[in-house]
């Protein structure tokens, strides 16, 4: 329990270690390519997965993860399936490593990294979250990939991360 708790880190200190990792690793050798940089699958494709995964493809490899596969056909086609005027034009006009799929199992066992920007709707009435697509990323991510860090940039509860 306490490993998986320890891979459960905050977002902007994981991408701010990306990219400094890349950066460092790109003076080094004197070249920045895709190849030298690490895989990560962003769960999620709303507008928080998709500026990460945009933000993110412009120096690693991304595969965007998400069951909708109309959402998925568009951003293959540099589409954006959400109305923002920055990821239409990054989709549009750089070049960026990324890749949407439907299948998530695929997609976490090849990633270093994976993000979790998955819906978690609140219950007013019941006072609760609903955290099963948190769940069910971190639940698939441990199985098929045990070394994989695991980010959750969803919204969840004080404590949530404890009961993982």
């Known amino acids: 329990m306490k490993e998986r708790i320890a891979k459960l880190i905050d977002l902007k200190s994981i991408i701010t270690i990306i990219i400094t990792i890349g950066m460092i690793y790109g003076f080094i050798v004197n070249k920045i390519s895709p190849e030298n940089f690490m895989t990560i699958a962003v769960a999620g494709t709303g507008y928080v997965g998709l500026s990460i995964a945009t933000l993110l493809?412009?120096?690693?490899?991304?595969?965007?993860?998400?069951i909708v596969p109309e959402k998925v056909e568009m951003i293959n086609h540099r589409q954006s399936p959400i109305q923002d005027e920055y990821i239409e034009k990054y989709?549009?006009?750089?070049?960026?490593?990324?890749?949407?799929?439907?299948?998530?199992?695929?997609?976490?066992?090849?990633?270093?990294?994976?993000?979790?920007?998955?819906?978690?709707?609140?219950?007013?009435?019941?006072?609760?979250?609903d955290t099963s697509a948190v769940e069910s990323v971190v639940n698939l991510v441990t199985e098929c990939n045990p070394n994989a860090v695991i980010?959750?940039?969803?919204?969840?509860?004080?404590g949530y991360t404890e009961l993982l």
């Open 91 to 129: 989709l549009s006009e750089h070049e960026l490593n990324l890749v949407a799929t439907t299948d998530a199992k695929a997609a976490y066992s090849d990633a270093d990294f994976v993000i979790v920007a998955t819906p978690t709707n609140y219950d007013s009435r019941l006072n609760h979250f």
């Open 57 to 66: 493809a412009q120096h690693h490899k991304v595969l965007a993860v998400d």
């Open 151 to 158: 980010v959750i940039k969803s919204t969840v509860p004080v």
